[in-house]
């Protein structure tokens, strides 16, 4: 079997220095297609260094997303093929808020290893933190086709009973036909998203969106709208990779406020009839 659950989970942490830079910040935000109309004020909170802000999903891919989910993958006990690897979920706890620049303490290792049956499912844990203390925990949920099988833990259920009722907020984002090209620039180069030809070896017919470029896209929707534009509010935010995004799509964006500190969110693709995109996901703000 590639995977040795056993050897993965005993295997030393990954340590080292990451830093990013307020350039790395806007890019990122670029890539989520902030900065549109180019002179509102609420995008320039996104787009100007003078301004600047750091939408808490950045924790993805700063230091240009190592260690995560390709990482992960060379990880000991660990050989599978790049073409059956899907991400599965996203999980992150901020403990304080992101600085728009910064160098620091990434540790990564792998915190489990569940037996789907038909998939394996690796948890990519990272801990960040810098000289003033832990800044972000990041569980990438790592999905590996036809690697199941062996008799392992199924893991827990992270499915959600779905919310009552209309949503509170209804919001639409298009994607641009550039917009995944422009997201790997920030340090996810899985050729998945950008080569029609490894996209069919994988299974689809042409190349798809990141789920993190969906997911961060997602985030800043609920704070733009919800949360009234302060990216410090938000304390976790989880969601389940539920259906692939091909650029040039809409993303329709549904939010149901739950109590004072949660937001429940279901995200679809538009021109698929609804097709959901990412399911069972929450936002945690103060």
Same mark, same amino acid.
């Given at each position: #079997?590639?995977? @040795?659950?056993?050897?993965?989970?005993?295997?030393?942490?990954?340590?080292?220095?990451?830093?990013? /830079?307020?350039?790395?910040?806007?890019?990122?935000?670029?890539?989520?297609?902030a900065g549109t109309p180019a002179t509102d004020p609420d995008e320039l909170r996104y787009t100007l260094e003078s301004r600047l802000h750091v939408?808490?999903s950045f924790a993805t891919v700063a230091g240009n997303g190592s260690p995560g989910v390709i990482s992960g993958l060379s990880m000991p006990g660990?050989?599978?093929?790049?073409?059956?690897?899907?991400?599965?979920?996203?999980?992150?706890?901020?403990?304080?808020?992101?600085?728009?620049?910064? &160098?620091?303490?990434?540790? $990564?290792?792998?915190?489990?290893?569940?037996?789907? $049956?038909?998939?394996?499912?690796?948890? #990519?844990?990272?801990?960040?933190?810098?000289?003033?203390?832990?800044?972000? /925990?990041?569980?990438?949920?790592?999905?590996?086709? $036809?690697?199941?099988?062996?008799?392992?833990?199924?893991?827990?259920?992270?499915?959600?009973?779905?919310?009552?009722?209309?949503?509170?907020?209804?919001?639409? =984002?298009?994607?641009?036909?550039?917009?995944?090209?422009?997201?790997?620039?920030?340090? @996810?180069?899985?050729?998945?998203?950008? @080569?029609?030809?490894?996209?069919?070896?994988?299974?689809? @017919? =042409?190349?798809?969106?990141?789920?993190?470029?969906?997911?961060? #896209? /997602?985030?800043?929707?609920?704070?733009? /709208?919800?949360?009234? $534009?302060?990216?410090?509010?938000?304390?976790?935010?989880? &969601?389940?990779?539920?259906?692939?995004?091909?650029?040039?799509?809409?993303?329709?964006?549904? #939010?149901?406020?739950?109590?004072?500190t949660e937001v429940r969110v279901a995200v679809s693709a538009v021109e698929r009839d609804d097709a959901p995109v990412l399911a069972d996901t929450?936002?945690?703000?103060?």
């Amino acid at each position: #079997m590639p995977i @040795d659950a056993a050897l993965a989970l005993a295997a030393e942490p990954r340590t080292g220095e990451i830093s990013w /830079t307020t350039k790395d910040v806007q890019l990122y935000h670029l890539g989520l297609g902030a900065g549109t109309p180019a002179t509102d004020p609420d995008e320039l909170r996104y787009t100007l260094e003078s301004r600047l802000h750091v939408l808490p999903s950045f924790a993805t891919v700063a230091g240009n997303g190592s260690p995560g989910v390709i990482s992960g993958l060379s990880m000991p006990g660990i050989e599978v093929d790049l073409a059956r690897v899907l991400h599965g979920g996203q999980s992150l706890r901020l403990h304080r808020p992101i600085p728009a620049k910064g &160098t620091a303490t990434s540790t $990564g290792h792998i915190a489990a290893v569940y037996d789907k $049956g038909k998939a394996a499912v690796l948890v #990519m844990r990272t801990e960040v933190a810098d000289a003033d203390g832990p800044l972000w /925990t990041n569980d990438a949920q790592i999905f590996v086709r $036809g690697e199941g099988g062996w008799g392992g833990d199924r893991g827990p259920s992270t499915r959600l009973e779905p919310p009552t009722g209309a949503p509170d907020k209804v919001v639409e =984002r298009a994607i641009r036909e550039d917009q995944a090209l422009l997201y790997r620039l920030s340090g @996810d180069w899985n050729p998945l998203h950008a @080569d029609p030809e490894f996209a069919k070896v994988a299974g689809f @017919d =042409r190349p798809i969106l990141h789920g993190l470029c969906t997911y961060g #896209m /997602t985030l800043k929707a609920v704070v733009d /709208t919800l949360l009234d $534009g302060d990216v410090t509010r938000v304390r976790g935010y989880d &969601t389940r990779f539920a259906g692939v995004v091909y650029p040039g799509e809409t993303l329709r964006i549904r #939010m149901w406020r739950l109590g004072d500190t949660e937001v429940r969110v279901a995200v679809s693709a538009v021109e698929r009839d609804d097709a959901p995109v990412l399911a069972d996901t929450t936002v945690e703000h103060s």
